[in-house]
């Protein structure tokens, strides 16, 4: 029997960057999903305190609701038999203390861990073809990201995913995050550009905003549309500056920004979307990791709040409960704050004293529900700090 403990993730900067190829910057956080493996299987079951036991097969449809937990470890199952052979029969327990859809990667950390749990108990990291294509852990988030949106990794086929066309941005924070480091990767190519030290008298205050941004329905329909996107901005730009570059950041790296501007001028909402990205990816991300290194919260605050602006003006992921999750945390005092995540819904990150943060987590959620009373009833705020990437811990 073996246990995996996979974080959640706060995406500090990079919003809609990484499918793109962009750069982020994000850390994991000390609350996450737990996978243990457990004797007497009769197949690939599972157990959660989300809802009732799962049996899956693999290749078979298990008629689970969309959005149901178990549909994600299917994706798991099957990708897996798909890449490496018939798994063994393995019972597993999951547990989560991450609040769900709330933009903190609850689904992305459940994929992971589940996939972290099967390949341990089938043996597959000593085996061919994992050691030919998986040789890092920045391997390994490059491949379950690509377990999440569907892709083929190197000579790993694809699959169907489940139905988000995302990148892995998350993968990374929860694979290779480090304990008080915040991260920064991009992703062409994908590579890790270093760490920075969080100071040790700031923390992060979360605060989930009560509405869900799951990924089904409407939700992963906007996302899937942001996304789509970039994808025509590369179609169009690419065909037009005879370039043969797969992602945005790629396009932008060979040609030049003014020359993508250009080639996409005609249409308002590309435009739009280009200039988020250029501004997110291209200077907001290396801001704030100058600002975080200096341990300069003012400094955060101007490039949080800018980020955040562009998201709601350019991207078009914000809601009202977001927006005013923002404001109401500078009004109490917050250096820093910015909505992270997919969007539309979801939560918002604030950088306080440490020694604060309690109290301003309270303040914070009391002031959130009198505004917004439905939503508040699902509302949370925690206090946590840059933590350690994912880790067995026993049985």
Partial sequence: MTTWFVPGRIEVLGKHTDYAGGRVLVCAVDRGVTVRTLPGARGVEATSAHGDPVRLEAGRDPGLPAGHWGRYLQTVLDRLTRNFGPLPPTRLRVESDLPLASGMSSSSALLVGCALALAEAAGLPDKPPWTAEIRSRLDLAGYLACVENGSAFGGLVGDAGVGTRGGSEDHCAMLCGEQDRLSRFRFDPMAAEGTVAFPGDWAFVVASSGVRAEKTGAARDAYNAASAMVGEIVLRAGAALGSRERTLAGLVGAAGAEAVLGAVADSPALTRRLQHF??????????????????????????????????????????????????????????????????????????????????????????????????????????????????????
């Fill in 278 to 395: 250029l501004a997110e990816s291209e200077r907001l991300v290396p801001a704030g990791a100058e600002a975080v290194a200096a341990g300069d919260a003012a400094a955060l605050g101007v490039v949080a709040a800018e980020s955040h602006r562009l998201a709601s003006e350019l991207l078009g992921n914000q809601i009202p409960q977001t927006n005013h999750l923002v404001a109401s945390a500078r009004r109490l005092g917050a250096p820093a704050a910015s909505a992270f995540g997919a969007g539309f819904g979801g939560s918002v990150w604030a950088v306080v004293p440490r020694a604060d943060a309690d109290g301003f987590a309270r303040d914070w959620l009391e002031e959130y529900r009198q505004t917004f009373r439905t939503e508040g009833d699902a509302a949370e705020t925690i206090v946590t700090r840059p933590s350690e990437a994912a880790h067995s811990v026993g049985p």
